[in-house]
């Protein structure tokens, strides 16, 4: 369409709408007495506000130096003409329909409007309605028509359903490409969640017991888990604690932690997040949560115990509950875009608070930059922007107790202007945050804007999911290596990324499976996406798999392929558990979780996305959950196994031996030319007699020496264990060829005699004398 006729078509939109306005066209909702769909209110005097403060931000109950109890509500409003407060409460009559009352705040203090409402307590619902113009073409999108959610809200209560009066725009508008220029007059109280005034000053003794475990990065495991996918079907936790931030407290989710030996659970999104349209319409839900809308509120849809501000307490349980089994709290956060989406979206929040002042916006201020693909990017640069996020963050390591967060697209949130900016405000305001800074902070360090790939290039507080060790382990265990180069960086902490600026091996997230992607089972069982479940005909998800299926797309009877399928398994995930870095596990993989070869289930609320446990009735599965408890005691008891600095590779002591040295099958160390030439064998010693460091007395670390082997073809191998001075004999640990690995252990080679690798198998060996 040409410039002149859009702008035309533009016109006539804007004049289409004024004329519907005032004719009444747009069909208003049921209860409308108002120039706006304004609810029937109470016939009761409504109650006077005060003045109040305009910090903090959010709705705050306090009893006053008078005595006087109520709450005092702030928000953040650049550019806004006036707001309303939006008070709910439930109408006595029979219909037992919300009754709204709108209380105007009047005092605004550097662009904060803010007032203190007696007698306003816990457990009172609200919103906002904030006026201002409506001129879509500048980027301002005020419509009063719109409640709004309090980004401050510190709960929320209620699901978000998307029908048309959700949105600012006339989302059915004939002309489509000028939709978003419509403004939508009917209200969308009825339709929208509210949020709820909740009782922020604990009790003295709330935490007096709680210790956080402060897991030094070196020692750490991660497990990624769904709050509600891990205990849905759990069969020792209560049905109405299934799904819940309880049943994840409860017992028995907690003792199948502490018997696997994690040290800290990675919880996929719990902000308060609302389900897109596009799937709403196809019967299905946003499953994994990454569609905030509320960065104070945990999700009210994981709580057993109520909505209206009980799911503040139950969290916190929750976080005591397994800080008390020694397990830390991470959450899976995303800060750098919201759920209203494109300039298509709904109205929910901040779009409707100040558009231009919480998103970045193109040079034509109608559309959204979008580094995120979700159709809006946080404008991160702006100072009240950055204060949401960081007040958030805060709120959750003081107040709900938790130990470290894992930013979703981290590299859009590093963004200044445009590019990605390793000293912008954001990651210079968590460097000096006396709060942030010591707690775990781990990048998705990546967005897909333009220079958003940045593995590597996060400065020294920070760690990373390591793609690149994904990639790798992937490629040799399917045989696509060309060489092994790249997997002897990955094995080691990954020094090409992280050598630098300080940081240590444990900068390196290293993972294998993740929530996005196959579950180990189906990386080893489909060699294509199968997602037709999605409803978006199979076009979601990645084609980048790097997955093998042993012989078959997919679920099979032969006993053959089965048992290489499993084999495949213990290979990836010893091999992901014997490497220098912190491991990340994914719930389930250690019992062989399958989701039917679909690698974007974020849509799949059901049997797909769930956890199975009934997967730990047959052997295979359980032998696998043992093998992975074993590496992980392994991995905790020798400290050789999670280094605290990176190897030299140099010659030590008086025997000249290497702290790390790389074997060939012939019992040689590898040699340049070796590195370039095509293998599937690789072993590797790590030497466990002068580990850099001392332990918390002063004392220099010793241990013992492993020598690993890896052999990733379809034939067994001769390999000739390396003979004095590394090693006289060796005592076999780990033999993922076996299915029952109680069969290993205890076998004694000597030093220089060859042993025979069975094809694609882990072989872990500790050195005796």
Same mark, same amino acid.
């Given at each position: 369409m040409s410039s002149a006729a859009e702008q035309e078509a533009v016109r006539r939109a804007v004049r289409h709408a004024v004329d519907a306005v005032r004719e009444e066209r747009i069909a208003p909702t049921a209860e409308r007495t108002g120039p706006y769909g304004r609810p029937r209110e109470p016939d009761?005097?409504?109650?006077?506000?005060?003045?109040?403060?305009?910090?903090?931000?959010g709705a705050r109950f306090r009893v006053g130096p008078d005595g006087v109890a109520g709450t005092n509500f702030a928000l953040w409003a650049g550019g806004a003409e006036?707001?309303?407060?939006?008070?709910?409460?439930?109408?006595?009559?029979?219909?037992?329909?919300?009754?709204?009352?709108?209380?105007?705040?009047?005092?605004?203090?550097?662009?904060?409007?803010?007032?203190?409402?007696?007698?306003?307590?816990?457990?009172?619902?609200?919103?906002?309605?904030?006026?201002?113009?409506?001129?879509?073409?500048?980027g301002a999108r005020w419509n009063p028509a719109k409640l709004l959610l309090d980004p401050y809200a510190r709960a929320v209560d209620g699901d978000f359903s998307l029908p048309p009066e959700v949105y600012g725009h006339v989302r059915d508008w004939p002309e489509q490409h000028v939709a978003d220029t419509v403004r939508d007059t009917r209200d969308s109280a009825p339709y929208v969640p509210k949020g709820v005034v909740v009782h922020d000053d604990a009790p003295d003794d709330e935490w007096a017991d709680d210790r956080r475990p402060k897991t030094p990065w070196a020692d750490s495991v991660i497990y990624e888990l769904h709050v509600r996918g891990f205990t849905r079907r759990h069969p020792g936790i209560p049905p109405e604690l299934r799904g819940t931030y309880a049943g994840l407290a409860h017992p028995a989710a907690v003792e199948h932690l502490?018997?696997?030996?994690?040290?800290?659970?990675? %919880?996929?999104?719990?902000?308060?997040?609302?389900?897109?349209?596009?799937? !709403?319409?196809?019967?299905? *839900?946003? $499953?994994?949560? /990454?569609?905030?809308?509320?960065?104070?509120a945990p999700h009210a849809g994981y709580s057993a115990s109520g909505t209206a501000g009980q799911q503040v307490g139950e969290f916190k349980r929750m976080v005591q509950a397994l800080h008390a089994a020694g397990i830390e709290v991470i959450l899976d956060v995303v800060?750098?875009?919201?759920?209203?989406?494109?300039?298509?979206?709904?109205? %929910?929040?901040?779009?409707?608070?100040?558009?231009?002042?919480?998103?970045? !916006?193109?040079?034509?201020? *109608?559309? $959204?930059?979008? /580094?995120?693909?979700?159709?809006?990017?946080?404008?991160?640069?702006?100072?009240?922007?950055?204060?949401?996020?960081t007040d958030s963050l805060r709120y959750w390591v003081t107040e709900m107790g938790v130990d470290g967060f894992r930013f979703d697209l981290a590299a859009a949130l590093a963004r200044s202007m445009h590019d990605v900016d390793m000293l912008s405000p954001f990651l210079a305001v968590i460097a000096q945050d006396p709060v942030l800074r010591r707690v775990k902070l781990i990048a998705e360090p990546w967005d897909v804007g333009s220079g958003g790939y940045q593995v590597g290039a996060f400065p020294p507080l920070w760690t990373e999911w390591n793609d690149r060790y994904r990639d790798a382990v992937r490629d040799f265990w399917r045989g696509a290596l060309p060489d092994v180069r790249d997997l002897g960086y990955r094995l080691s902490g990954s020094s090409d990324l992280y050598a630098w600026g300080g940081r240590r091996p444990y900068a390196s997230i290293n993972f294998i499976t993740a929530h996005d992607g196959f579950t180990l089972r189906d990386l080893v069982s489909y060699e294509r996406k199968h997602n037709e479940a999605n409803g978006e005909g199979n076009r979601d998800g990645t084609n980048d798999n790097r997955s093998w299926n042993c012989g078959a797309e997919g679920e099979t009877d032969d006993p053959g392929?089965?048992?290489?399928?499993?084999?495949?398994?213990?290979?990836?995930?010893?091999?992901?558990?014997?490497?220098?870095?912190?491991?990340?596990?994914?719930?389930?993989?250690?019992?062989?979780?399958?989701?039917?070869?679909?690698?974007?289930?974020?849509?799949?609320?059901?049997?797909?996305g769930w956890l199975d446990w009934s997967l730990l009735e047959s052997p295979g599965p359980r032998g696998l959950s043992e093998l992975t408890s074993r590496l992980l005691a392994l991995r905790h008891r020798h400290p050789v196994l999670r280094r605290r600095a990176f190897f030299s590779g140099r010659p030590q002591g008086v025997d000249g031996l290497r702290d790390l040295a790389w074997f060939t099958a012939g019992g040689a160390e590898m040699t340049e030319g070796d590195w370039y030439a095509p293998t599937a064998t690789l072993g590797f010693y790590l030497s466990g007699r002068d580990i850099p460091g001392r332990d918390e007395r002063g004392e220099r670390?010793?241990?013992?020496?492993?020598?690993?082997?890896?052999?990733?073809?379809?034939?067994?191998?001769?390999?000739?264990?390396?003979?004095?001075?590394?090693?006289?004999?060796?005592?076999?640990?780990?033999?993922?060829?076996?299915?029952?690995?109680?069969?290993?252990?205890?076998?004694v080679h000597r030093g220089g005699e060859e042993v025979t690798v069975a094809a694609r198998s882990v072989l872990l060996l500790r050195v005796r004398g």
């Amino acid at each position: 369409m040409s410039s002149a006729a859009e702008q035309e078509a533009v016109r006539r939109a804007v004049r289409h709408a004024v004329d519907a306005v005032r004719e009444e066209r747009i069909a208003p909702t049921a209860e409308r007495t108002g120039p706006y769909g304004r609810p029937r209110e109470p016939d009761t005097p409504g109650p006077q506000v005060w003045p109040g403060a305009p910090t903090p931000l959010g709705a705050r109950f306090r009893v006053g130096p008078d005595g006087v109890a109520g709450t005092n509500f702030a928000l953040w409003a650049g550019g806004a003409e006036s707001v309303e407060l939006c008070l709910f409460e439930e109408d006595d009559g029979p219909g037992g329909e919300l009754l709204e009352r709108r209380l105007p705040l009047t005092e605004l203090t550097h662009e904060i409007w803010h007032g203190f409402v007696p007698g306003v307590r816990p457990g009172q619902r609200y919103g906002y309605r904030v006026h201002g113009r409506w001129d879509p073409w500048t980027g301002a999108r005020w419509n009063p028509a719109k409640l709004l959610l309090d980004p401050y809200a510190r709960a929320v209560d209620g699901d978000f359903s998307l029908p048309p009066e959700v949105y600012g725009h006339v989302r059915d508008w004939p002309e489509q490409h000028v939709a978003d220029t419509v403004r939508d007059t009917r209200d969308s109280a009825p339709y929208v969640p509210k949020g709820v005034v909740v009782h922020d000053d604990a009790p003295d003794d709330e935490w007096a017991d709680d210790r956080r475990p402060k897991t030094p990065w070196a020692d750490s495991v991660i497990y990624e888990l769904h709050v509600r996918g891990f205990t849905r079907r759990h069969p020792g936790i209560p049905p109405e604690l299934r799904g819940t931030y309880a049943g994840l407290a409860h017992p028995a989710a907690v003792e199948h932690l502490v018997r696997l030996g994690v040290t800290a659970v990675e %919880l996929l999104p719990v902000h308060q997040f609302a389900h897109e349209d596009h799937l !709403l319409r196809r019967g299905l *839900r946003n $499953y994994w949560g /990454y569609n905030s809308i509320g960065y104070f509120a945990p999700h009210a849809g994981y709580s057993a115990s109520g909505t209206a501000g009980q799911q503040v307490g139950e969290f916190k349980r929750m976080v005591q509950a397994l800080h008390a089994a020694g397990i830390e709290v991470i959450l899976d956060v995303v800060y750098n875009h919201t759920a209203e989406a494109s300039e298509l979206g709904p109205m %929910l929040s901040l779009r409707g608070i100040d558009n231009r002042g919480y998103y970045r !916006l193109q040079s034509d201020a *109608r559309r $959204y930059t979008d /580094y995120t693909g979700c159709g809006n990017t946080l404008h991160v640069v702006q100072p009240h922007v950055l204060r949401l996020i960081t007040d958030s963050l805060r709120y959750w390591v003081t107040e709900m107790g938790v130990d470290g967060f894992r930013f979703d697209l981290a590299a859009a949130l590093a963004r200044s202007m445009h590019d990605v900016d390793m000293l912008s405000p954001f990651l210079a305001v968590i460097a000096q945050d006396p709060v942030l800074r010591r707690v775990k902070l781990i990048a998705e360090p990546w967005d897909v804007g333009s220079g958003g790939y940045q593995v590597g290039a996060f400065p020294p507080l920070w760690t990373e999911w390591n793609d690149r060790y994904r990639d790798a382990v992937r490629d040799f265990w399917r045989g696509a290596l060309p060489d092994v180069r790249d997997l002897g960086y990955r094995l080691s902490g990954s020094s090409d990324l992280y050598a630098w600026g300080g940081r240590r091996p444990y900068a390196s997230i290293n993972f294998i499976t993740a929530h996005d992607g196959f579950t180990l089972r189906d990386l080893v069982s489909y060699e294509r996406k199968h997602n037709e479940a999605n409803g978006e005909g199979n076009r979601d998800g990645t084609n980048d798999n790097r997955s093998w299926n042993c012989g078959a797309e997919g679920e099979t009877d032969d006993p053959g392929i089965n048992a290489l399928r499993r084999r495949q398994v213990r290979n990836l995930l010893t091999t992901l558990l014997l490497s220098a870095g912190v491991p990340m596990l994914v719930s389930g993989d250690e019992m062989g979780r399958t989701q039917g070869g679909n690698n974007n289930a974020y849509c799949q609320d059901n049997e797909i996305g769930w956890l199975d446990w009934s997967l730990l009735e047959s052997p295979g599965p359980r032998g696998l959950s043992e093998l992975t408890s074993r590496l992980l005691a392994l991995r905790h008891r020798h400290p050789v196994l999670r280094r605290r600095a990176f190897f030299s590779g140099r010659p030590q002591g008086v025997d000249g031996l290497r702290d790390l040295a790389w074997f060939t099958a012939g019992g040689a160390e590898m040699t340049e030319g070796d590195w370039y030439a095509p293998t599937a064998t690789l072993g590797f010693y790590l030497s466990g007699r002068d580990i850099p460091g001392r332990d918390e007395r002063g004392e220099r670390i010793a241990d013992d020496s492993f020598l690993a082997i890896l052999h990733a073809a379809g034939e067994p191998v001769a390999f000739r264990l390396p003979g004095p001075p590394w090693g006289e004999s060796y005592e076999l640990v780990v033999d993922t060829s076996l299915e029952d690995q109680s069969e290993a252990p205890g076998t004694v080679h000597r030093g220089g005699e060859e042993v025979t690798v069975a094809a694609r198998s882990v072989l872990l060996l500790r050195v005796r004398g």
